[in-house]
């Protein structure tokens, strides 16, 4: 069973930039990044597969980039333009079959770094 540890979270102002890691204590697969914010459910933010396709939610496209480093079991994303709207908990997610922007899909999860845009 992998492990995996988010980091990198922080409060910023609205337009500004913050970067993600998530490292993984062994090999991973699809992994995404997803998150979640009190009385909503856990949304899909961007995903990434081993040969480094993309996939992204329209609400974060051409602001956010995922990215990895297999070589390093680790998965990134670097959060620009930030808004008050992407404030929320960012959690990452690995699995060996799955590979879209379904939170149900996933079956190893992080524990969670807290984005925070500080307007």
């Known amino acids: 069973q992998v492990q995996l540890l988010e980091s990198g979270g922080g409060s910023v102002q609205s337009g500004g930039s913050l970067r993600l890691s998530c490292a993984a204590s062994?090999?991973?697969?699809?992994m995404g990044w997803f998150r979640q914010v009190p009385g909503k459910e856990r949304e899909g933010v961007a995903r990434?597969?081993?040969?480094?396709?993309?996939r992204y939610t329209q609400f974060v496209e051409g602001r956010f980039t995922i990215s990895r480093d297999n070589a390093k079991n680790t998965i990134y994303l670097q959060m620009n333009s930030l808004k008050l709207e992407d404030t929320a908990t960012y959690y990452c997610a690995d699995d060996a079959a799955y590979c879209g922007l379904e939170h149900g899909g996933y079956d190893y999860w992080g524990q969670g770094t807290q984005v925070t845009d500080s307007s």
């Open positions: 990434i597969d081993r040969d480094k396709s993309t």
């Open positions: 062994g090999y991973i697969y699809c």
